[in-house]
């Protein structure tokens, strides 16, 4: 990681790490079975490969076009830009392109293969509701991804899914799975189709646990490096409680980004949905800042 000012976290890293060192077992696993099963679909892994390379390298532009956002100059945007300015100051970071969505759902996210490629995006509607100091909580959060290359290692762990996934559809709408070996064995499409469909339930998994604990971090070291983690609390409630607001038609138009997002679009408090969640819950995120204002309080 190219050093800044935000504070380390070795257990993000570890995590990191563990997690890209499974999916690369699960991966190796997995094309073994594709050769041993004699599988033809090189141009099935081809086209994955494409597809990460497009993501790791457009993945800024192709956020931005998703989201409708636009690139804002300090003059379009002086406040905005003037937060950022002093964040990059305080996390001597280089300063990443400035984006403005037209939303009224009220988020953020920031996106980019590196610091110098990076570009930190924020809706009209977290604009109109947060105040000064809440809205630097949160730009700190997603400047913190960057700093910590969350991006490139979260497209890199995805890779798998990619790949299994596309390898479920290839089985079942090219009718292998229903055809047999020429000796009469099991059918290797099925047999492609089961091992696919269980490789990415467990890369999916495995990436969803590290993008919960990711927002974990983001929210430390936003916290640490502002020494506000009562705004950031500020902010992460009013978000959150300003969703229930917003048209149920536009929060699933924007959930497919939560993933990217401050605080996810639509969320469910049942177990099995917390443990497919891009983000661990806000009661989780909250009492993590409430110990650092009191670590912080100490300090002082």
Known sequence: MT??????????????????????????????VLIALGMRAVSVLLL???????????SDKIALFAMNGREVTPEQAPELHGAIDRLCALADMPKPRVAIADSDVP????????????????????LRRLRPDELEGVLAHEMSHVAHRDVVVMTIASFLGVVAGLMTRF?????????????????????????????????????????????????????????RPSALAS????????????????????????AFFFAPALSSKTSL????????????????????????GKEA
């Open 3 to 32: 050093r800044t000012r935000f504070a380390a976290d070795r257990g993000l890293t570890g995590r990191m790490v563990t997690t890209v060192f499974l999916i690369g077992l699960l991966y190796v696993a997995f094309v073994a």
């Open 171 to 227: 089985a079942l709408y090219s009718g292998l799975a229903r055809g047999r070996d020429s000796r009469g064995g099991p059918p290797i499409g099925l047999i492609i189709l089961l091992v696919s469909g269980v490789v990415y339930a467990l890369s999916f998994v495995l990436t969803r646990a590290l993008s919960r604990y990711r927002e974990l971090a983001a929210d430390r070291a936003a916290a640490l490096l502002t020494q």
């Open 235 to 258: 902010a992460l409630t009013k978000v959150s409680g300003e969703m229930g607001r917003i048209p149920t038609r536009d929060l699933r138009q924007a959930e497919p980004f939560n």
């Open 48 to 58: 994955a490969v494409v597809i990460l390379l497009a993501q790791f390298l457009l």
């Open 273 to 296: 949905a917390a443990l497919l969640s891009t983000h661990p819950p806000l009661e989780r995120r909250l009492e993590q800042l409430a110990r650092i204002s009191a670590q912080l």
């Open 107 to 126: 988020n953020a996210f920031a996106t980019g293969r590196s610091q110098k490629k990076s570009v930190v995006c924020v809706t009209t509607g977290l």
